[in-house]
């Protein structure tokens, strides 16, 4: 079945910075768009970044735009989220998701805290 796990969450000071992985199996990775997505205490999952399958396109959310860069490895069914000059309000649970047209797969997140 299909598996997407993501790892490289944790505590980070305001300004600091992360990057997230997420491993994909059982699916035929370079085939699908891959993004992030995350969901903060009381509020609703919101998109974050997206690289699709086809031409490696990229897609960003406002909040994050020029501060985090998405990118992929199909050799290594991997998409990962670097995350720079990281404020408060980037406190969240992440998730990675797979999709073609609407987002099938989805992993069971990590945890990123940025204190100020």
């Known amino acids: 079945q299909v598996q997407l796990v993501e790892s490289g969450g944790g505590l980070v000071q305001a300004g600091g910075s992360l990057r997230l992985s997420c491993t994909a199996s059982?699916?035929?990775?370079?085939?699908?768009?891959m993004g992030w997505f995350r969901q903060a205490p009381g509020k609703e999952r919101e998109f974050v970044a997206a690289?699709?399958?086809?031409?490696?396109?990229?897609d960003y959310s406002d909040s994050v735009k020029g501060r985090f860069t998405i990118s992929r490895d199909n050799a290594k069914n991997t998409v990962y989220l670097q995350m720079n000059s990281l404020k408060p309000e980037d406190t969240a649970v992440y998730y990675c998701?797979?999709?073609?047209?609407?987002?099938?797969?989805w992993g069971q997140g990590t945890q990123v805290t940025v204190s100020s």
């Open positions: 690289i699709r399958w086809l031409g490696g396109i990229t």
């Open positions: 998701g797979a999709g073609r047209q609407k987002y099938d797969y």
């Open positions: 059982g699916l035929t990775f370079s085939s699908y768009t």
